[in-house]
């Protein structure tokens, strides 16, 4: 690979499975050190290990929108490898499927709290701890086309893309030069997250996409080792979209 993030220190939230796990994977081949985060110990353990190990990662349990939680990863990445200088906001929940008139109160809560607030609270943190002082900063948040166009089935969750996306233009815009703030907004990939989308027909789930396929975590790890990089110097607060040319035509 590349080596082109030798030396950096990264927290990716989300990670032990899917795309937070091949964003990880990409940027330890590229030279970094990760931090990673999932709510069960045991398959973030089977996570680091795969990932090299201690010399390579480090895992923290626990829940993503819990502070105590965000300090304590923070502060491993910077006793473990000594400063935070990349941040990727992985964690995204969507516990409910329907018109959005239907979303409980309580869920609709909760998705805001995971999807955007939990993405604000761990950039605040990391600037605290570092980010950004050391080195040139980056961070990039995991969005998704349901923010860009109505779903009509998971509205409550592009609510919460739509406005993770905003967040990015506004963070972007506060937080350059010393931290640039970039997001990726992927349409559906292969992973257990979105399995419901694609499980009992992938070819007619694929077919609207131009590329004839679906997305693999693979593609999304790209992008976004690419906006956490030098590569991406003068790129700050933009969404990239990766969805394999699904939203070139109308509705996602």
Known sequence: MTGRHD??????????????FAIAQRLVAEGARVVITARKPEPLAEA???????????????????EAHQEE??????????SVDLLVNNTGINPVYGPILDTPLDAARKIMETNVLAAFAWT??????????????AVVNVASVAGIGATGVIGMYGVSKAALIHLTLEMGYQL???????AVAPAVVKTKFAEALYAADEAKAAA???MKRL??????????????????????????????????????
């Open 124 to 137: 605040q943190k990391a600037v605290a701890a570092g980010l950004g002082s050391a080195r040139p900063g």
């Open 176 to 182: 350059a030069p010393a931290v640039r703030v970039n």
């Open 48 to 66: 680091v290990a795969t990932l090299g190990g201690p010399d390579h990662a480090s895992g923290v349990a626990g829940f993503t929108s819990v």
């Open 7 to 20: 030396g950096a220190v990264a927290v990716v939230t989300g990670a032990s499975r899917g795309i937070g």
């Open 215 to 252: 997305g693999v975590p693979d593609d999304i790890a790209g992008a976004v080792s690419f906006l956490l990089s030098e590569d991406a110097a003068w790129i700050t607060g933009q969404t990239l979209i990766v969805d394999g040319g699904v939203t070139l035509s109308s509705g996602l």
């Open 208 to 210: 609207p996409y131009p």
């Open 73 to 82: 990863v923070l502060a491993r990445a910077v006793s473990a490898y000594g």
